[in-house]
């Protein structure tokens, strides 16, 4: 597995277990000064599974691609897009910030 982009494919194979729609899938990665942007798009059906009650998936996620950014000398930081029509009709759905 290639270093740098170590922490794209560990992040494609846990969501793609993790989702009903694994096809629909697709991570960018980015490199700045504040280090790795994993931007995560998903089926908006799936967006519940990604997210987890309270933000909880989420948050487990992005601590194992912190561990995987450490390994590989990288802080690496994620961002779930919100699908478009992902927000329901009046149905607010907060995604916790780190």
């Not at 793609?16 to 504040?34: F, L």
């Not at 998903?42 to 950014?69: C, H, W, Y």
């Not at 802080?75 to 927000?87: A, F, Q, T």
Request: hydrophobic residues 40%; charged residues 30%; aromatic residues 2%.
């Amino acid at each position: 597995m290639d270093q740098s982009s170590a922490d794209q494919q560990f992040l494609e194979f846990m969501i793609k277990s993790i989702v009903d729609h694994p096809e629909d899938v697709m991570v960018r990665r980015q490199i700045d000064e504040m280090g790795v942007l994993l931007s995560l798009k998903v089926n908006p059906q799936d967006m519940g599974q990604i997210i987890g009650r309270e933000g909880s998936t989420a948050k487990a996620i992005r601590s194992l691609l912190r561990i995987v950014g450490v390994k590989n000398n990288a802080r690496v930081n994620l961002k779930i897009e919100e699908p478009e029509g992902g927000l329901r009709s009046g149905a607010s759905k907060e995604v916790p910030a780190e």
